[in-house]
């Protein structure tokens, strides 16, 4: 099953991704002459019930088709925003690949590494990115992305896929400038990189197009993981290749740090960022990222013109 979040007149609304559309889960929940329904209708509320969640899901849509307009919408005509719990934590690791690393002029870590991108930076699907006036190192990095359903603290590898409720695709915008303190590059000899400002920038973290759940994906090993600028092939790898796998993440970070369902990790991008070459984004540029069965973004580059929404 596969949960997507589609933007509305009225609002943003849980969809189920069934035959090529968007079913309204809440629309069929609550319509005349369907029963009794009740259950999860938010993203949150599914994702933590876990299997329960998914069951219920696979009962309601029974009652309806998938094509019944009333409920639905295609794809293709849908406005999808990210399927992001409000409040999360996006949890990003460092390099995890090692190609990655060696093109960075970065050693890969000897254990996990995380920072955190802000809520602020998540983005829908198809959504815009930024190109910021106080960067000209405009960077993309297609990655996996966990998503949480069962909250837990301290879990251990063996059960980390237990606290898995799916996976997504995320474009971890990086804007190198900043994050290598190109300015002023004392403050990273002191203070470590500015991960904050080179990765929480606004519509810096396209997520989705929506969550496949585990019942549909149960091991994200190996999948092709490749992102295009324009139509130019960029990045070619596959989640095999990590040096961390998820079980490894899920355990590190979550020693003392409870997850919470709706928290994201991010596992790491490929080789062939624009730092490898530097060939940064520009506007006009479309950015396409894509892990196998999971779905694409594209998101184009435009010229940020400082109004605040």
């Not at 474009?171 to 190109?182: A, H």
């Not at 004392?186 to 496949?212: E, H, V, Y």
């Not at 290749?241 to 596992?267: C, Y």
Request: net charge negative; proline share 6%.
């Amino acid at each position: 099953m596969r949960l997507a979040m589609v933007a509305t007149d009225t609002g943003t609304r849980l969809g189920a991704v069934v035959d090529g559309r968007a079913v309204d889960v809440a629309g069929v929940a609550t319509a005349d002459g369907l029963g009794d329904r009740t259950g999860p209708t938010d993203l949150k509320a599914v994702l933590a019930a876990g299997e329960r969640g998914r069951e219920w899901l696979a009962d309601l849509l029974a009652t309806t088709a998938a094509s019944d307009e009333r409920f639905s919408v295609s794809l293709d005509q849908a406005r999808l925003a990210a399927p992001y719990v409000p409040g999360a934590k996006i949890l990003c690791h460092v390099v995890n690949y090692i190609e990655h690393g060696s093109e960075a002029g970065i050693e890969p870590p000897e254990h996990p590494f995380f920072f955190l991108k802000p809520g602020s930076s998540v983005v829908g699907p198809r959504d815009h990115l930024l190109a910021h006036r106080w960067s000209t190192q405009m960077d993309y990095e297609v990655e996996l992305a966990v998503i949480i359903g069962r909250p837990g603290r301290d879990i251990s590898a063996e059960r980390a896929y237990d606290h898995v409720a799916g996976y997504a695709v995320m474009n971890d915008v990086s804007y190198r400038d900043l994050q290598f303190n190109r300015v002023a590059p004392k403050l990273s000899m002191r203070f470590g990189q500015n991960w904050t400002q080179g990765k929480g920038l606004d519509a810096s973290c396209p997520l989705g197009p929506w969550i496949t759940l585990t019942d549909e994906l149960a091991d994200p090993y190996p999948l092709a993981i490749r992102a295009w600028v324009d139509d130019r092939l960029r990045q070619d790898g596959n989640t095999q290749h990590q040096i961390f796998k998820v079980p490894e993440l899920i355990a590190h970070i979550s020693r003392g740090m409870t997850l919470q369902p709706g928290d994201v990790i991010a596992t790491g991008t490929p080789a062939g960022s624009g730092i490898a070459d530097g060939s940064y984004l520009q506007v006009g540029q479309t950015v396409r990222c894509e892990v196998e069965g999971l779905g694409a973004l594209l998101n184009e580059v435009i010229a940020d013109d400082g109004r605040t929404t």
